[in-house]
């Protein structure tokens, strides 16, 4: 059988890494390029180490390729993995698309910031759009069309147990310690908040097109996913939390070829599931509710980003993590026609959230 070759955009980043090391594992992927950003030394042991023959950086374009086009136009890749964050992540994305078969999708504000217009490039070049997340990866695997409600997981984050008049005392550091997942800055912070669990479902709105999207707490984090079928059915998506198996699932469909048989038990904590409390995560509901805005979603992603920066550095308290979000949000309105309208929406949110 061919190899399938795969291009990783975001190669040194937590889940470039990871998939590297599930293509070691597989048989029959390959890696046929990698694009990073900074990282230039976790780059040069990546590149070394899994003996890779075409990369491209933007910061250093004098490399082998000058543009992340020229690379992919040689190299036609049967997958691209998308997990480059923020909007160079999205830029990336739109190049890549006409030039593979499979777009594995990592970056959030891809679907968040831009779905109808990242959805219509796939379309256009018939190009698979294949979730990596853990939580859309489980309902991707369930989805049928008998769906009638989607229930996504979140871990509550490091304030779940956390009483609200004690949420105003948090520093950076009591948040960035995170129950299920280990992972970056920002969206430790986000999981805390639960903004992210509110990207999430503007996620899965765009990708199965279904507004029926509830949220629950569990702290475990093995169950997923569930989907709620019109007969009274409820699918269950349960597994350890490693976003390895997402990861090799987003390569593999419809097969499953990643090799690890380990399972959780059937063990009563791991089906425990809460109600998201509304007065201790309000950013979170707020998300919920601009579901269908696609402006305010530019500005909720603009304004989060902004708000976390500045409580990481201490310069506001983590409730107003919130303020910030909802206030910059409710100021943002107009229509999203165009990329170009994208970047200033997200531009204007930006200047208004730090203006609060
Ligand atoms: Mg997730």
């Known amino acids: ?13 937590s889940i470039g890494i990871q998939t590297l090391e599930v ?16 990282n230039i030394n976790l ?36 997958i691209v993995v998308a997990a480059i964050p923020g909007f160079d992540g999205l830029i990336a994305i739109l190049q890549s698309i006409p030039y593979t078969k499979r777009l594995a999708l990592a970056t959030k504000e891809a679907l968040v910031c831009a779905g109808p217009f990242i959805k219509n490039e796939c379309e256009k070049h018939k190009v698979e759009l294949i979730p990596i997340d853990s939580e859309h990866s489980a309902i991707f695997q369930l989805f049928d069309e008998n769906v009638v409600k989607i229930m996504i997981t979140a871990s509550g984050g490091a304030v ?26 920002r969206i430790t ?8 669990k509110a990207f999430e479902v503007m996620e899965a709105y765009e990708l199965f097109n279904i507004e029926n999207i509830d949220v629950h707490i569990h702290p475990t984090g093995t169950v997923h996913g569930a989907v709620l079928l019109n007969d009274g059915t409820v699918k269950i998506h349960f597994g350890f939390p490693d976003m390895k198996v997402p990861i090799a ?19 009563p904590k791991n089906f425990e599931f809460y109600n998201v409390d509304e007065e201790k995560y309000p950013a979170f509901f707020y998300g919920k509710s601009i579901l269908k805005d696609l402006a305010k979603r530019i500005a909720f992603n603009a304004a989060d980003e902004i708000a976390v920066q500045r409580f990481l550095t201490e310069k506001i308290k983590f409730p107003q993590i919130a303020d910030i979000i909802i206030n910059t949000c409710e100021n943002i ?24």
């Not at 780059?43 to 992340?68: G, M, Q, V």
């Not at 912070?189 to 992210?196: G, K, Y």
């Open 333 to 356: 309105r107009g229509n999203v026609n165009s990329i170009d309208d994208i970047f200033e929406i997200d531009k204007i949110s930006r200047n208004f959230a730090q203006e609060i």
């Open 249 to 267: 699932y987003s390569l593999t469909y419809p097969e499953r070829k990643f090799n690890n048989p380990k399972w959780p038990k059937f063990d």
């Open 189 to 196: 912070v986000d999981s805390a908040t639960m903004v992210n």
């Open 43 to 78: 780059a040069r042991e990546i590149i070394k180490k899994h003996n890779i023959e075409n990369y491209y950086s933007p910061y250093f374009p004098t490399y082998k390729f000058s543009t992340l086009e020229e690379m992919l136009e040689k190299l036609n890749p049967d």
């Open 160 to 185: 779940r147990n956390v009483k609200k008049n004690k949420l105003s005392k948090l520093k950076p550091n009591d948040i960035l310690k995170h129950p299920v997942w280990n992972m970056g800055k």
């Open 1 to 13: 059988m061919e190899k399938k070759s795969v291009v990783i955009l975001g190669a040194t980043g």
């Open 23 to 38: 293509i070691e594992k597989l048989d029959n992927f390959y890696i046929s390029g990698i694009v990073f950003g900074k």
